[in-house]
C-alpha cells in the first residue's frame, strides 16, 4: 500500500518533528494534540526547523511555505478519516497510548496503518488495544528526528508482512534508514545504551570520577558526546522511566542507579528543566555532588576505588548486543549499523558498531574484562553464551580472520 496522506498524534518535540520529516518528504500531515498550547509548540518547532534551513540557503522562503502548508494542526479526529498511517508520539505510558489507540481505531480507515513511536513499549500490547493487531507495528524515531537518520520498524506478534514492507518503504522515502528488530523490551538501541548510561551514573554516585571527567573520556574513546550530557539532552525523566521498565523485564542486570530517583525526586531533569547532572544557565552541579554525598554516607551506595576506565561502560553495552545476537533480535549488520546511525559511535576513529568493536579488541580479551568486571561488581557483567562459545571455538575476532564478522586477508 503507497502511503499518501499521514497523521501525527501528539505535538510535543518528536510527534512536531515527525511532522516535519513526513511534510519535508512532501506528503500531507495532520499534527494533533489535546492541548491548544502543545500544538501551537509544536508547529512553531516545525517553522523554526525550516526557517534554519532557509536561513542556510537550503530552501527559499516559498519553499519553506509550501512545505508548512503540507501540515494541518488540529485537535480532533475530524480530518482522519483519508489518512494512510497514524503514528502515535505521545507520552510513554501504556494507559495514555492505549486511549489513543483506542480513539483513533474509530477515526480512521480499515486500510490505515497503526504505528507507534514508542521507544520501549509493546507493540504487541497496543496491537491488542487498536483492535487490528495486524496493522500495528512500531516505527521509533530518534532524538532529534529531523536530524537522525534511523527508525527502528518493530513488528508485533501479529503485524502482517505486507505491513512491515510497506512501513520500511514509507521510512526510505522519508529518506530515512529502517532496521526491523524483533519485539522485546527497549527494542534495539535504547536496549544496548541504558546499561551503558546506566553504568555511567552507578561509577558517578560510587565517586569514581565527576561526570565531566567520565564525559571526556567517553568523547575520547569515540562517543559524539559523554553519557551524562546525553542523559540531560535527552531528559532524566525519560531515561528513568526506560531504564525502570528494563529492569521490571530483564531483572537485575539492568537495575538502576539510586541517582536517577534523587535526581527526578529534585525535579533535576535535565537541560529541559535547566538542571540534571549538570547545570545550566544559573544553575550548578552542586546539587548533584551532595546527593552523591549523602548517598554514599546513608549506606546506600558503596563508595568506589577512584579511576575511571571506559571499559566499565563499553563491556556491558558489547555484552547485551551479543545477547540480542543470540535472541535474533536484530541481524549482526543491523545491530552495529543501528548503533551507528543512533548513537554515532566510532572506535579507533571508524564508525563502528559495539559488535565489530568487539571483533577488533578480540572476544577473548572481551570475555576476559567482563569477567574481572563480574568479580569486582556482580552479575550483570557476566557474558553471553555467545560471547563464550565463539572464544572456545576460536572466532575471537580480526585477528582470528572470523569473530561477529568475517574478515580477508
Wanted: hydrophobic share 40%; charged share 25%; with cysteine.
Amino acid at each position: 500500500m503507497y502511503i499518501f496522506k499521514a497523521a501525527v498524534i501528539g505535538a510535543g518535540a518528536m510527534g512536531a518533528e515527525i511532522a516535519q520529516v513526513i511534510s519535508f518528504s512532501g506528503l500531507p500531515v495532520i499534527l494533533k494534540d489535546v492541548d491548544q498550547g502543545m500544538l501551537d509548540k509544536g508547529m512553531a518547532r516545525i517553522q523554526k526547523i525550516y526557517q534554519g534551513r532557509v536561513d542556510k540557503g537550503k530552501m527559499s522562503a516559498g519553499e519553506m511555505d509550501g512545505k508548512l502548508s503540507l501540515v494541518t494542526p488540529t485537535l480532533t479526529y475530524d480530518d482522519f478519516g483519508d489518512v494512510d498511517i497514524v503514528i502515535e508520539a505521545v507520552p510513554e505510558t501504556m494507559q495514555i497510548k492505549r486511549k489513543v489507540w483506542e480513539e483513533a481505531s474509530k477515526a480512521v480507515p480499515e486500510s490505515a496503518v497503526f504505528s507507534s513511536n514508542t521507544s520501549a513499549l509493546s507493540i504487541s500490547e497496543m496491537g491488542k488495544y487498536s483492535g487490528r493487531p495486524g496493522k500495528m507495528i512500531g516505527m521509533h524515531f530518534f532524538n532529534p528526528a529531523h536530524v537522525m537518520k534511523l527508525v527502528e520498524i518493530i513488528p508485533g506478534l501479529d503485524t502482517t508482512q505486507e505491513v512491515v514492507d510497506d512501513v520500511v518503504q514509507f521510512t526510505e522515502s522519508l529518506r530515512k534508514i529502517p532496521v526491523v528488530v524483533q519485539e522485546c523490551p527497549g527494542f534495539l538501541v535504547n536496549r544496548l545504551l541504558m546499561p551503558y548510561l546506566n553504568e555511567s551514573a552507578l561509577c558517578l554516585q560510587e565517586g569514581v570520577a565527576p561526570a565531566n571527567e567520565i564525559d571526556e573520556k567517553m568523547r575520547e574513546w569515540g562517543w559524539p558526546m559523554g553519557p551524562f550530557f546525553l542523559m540531560d539532552m535527552l531528559g532524566l525523566d525519560v531515561c528513568a522511566h526506560v531504564g525502570s521498565y528494563l529492569e521490571q523485564e530483564y531483572g537485575q542486570r539492568m537495575r538502576g542507579a539510586e541517582l536517577f530517583v534523587e535526581l527526578a525526586k529534585a525535579g533535576r531533569l535535565g537541560e529541559k528543566s535547566g538542571a540534571g547532572f549538570y547545570g545550566y544557565g544559573t544553575e550548578t552541579d552542586e546539587p548533584t555532588k551532595k546527593m552523591i554525598a549523602e548517598l554514599q554516607a546513608s549506606g546506600k551506595v558503596k563508595k568506589g576505588e577512584p579511576g575511571f576506565d571506559p571499559d566499565r561502560l563499553i563491556m556491558p553495552l558489547i555484552n547485551e548486543a551479543s545477547l540480542c545476537v543470540e535472541e535474533r533480535i536484530a541481524s549482526i549488520n543491523d545491530i552495529d549499523m543501528a548503533m551507528v546511525a543512533g548513537t554515532g559511535m566510532t572506535y579507533g576513529g571508524e564508525r563502528v558498531g559495539p559488535l565489530a568493536v568487539a571483533d577488533f579488541m578480540g572476544l577473548d580479551v572481551v570475555v576476559a574484562k567482563l569477567e574481572e568486571l563480574q568479580k569486582k561488581h556482580g552479575e550483570r557483567f557476566r557474558p553471553s553464551r555467545t560471547l563464550r562459545t565463539k572464544v572456545r571455538a576460536g572466532h575471537l575476532g580480526r585477528k582470528a580472520g572470523k569473530g561477529f564478522h568475517e574478515y580477508s586477508g
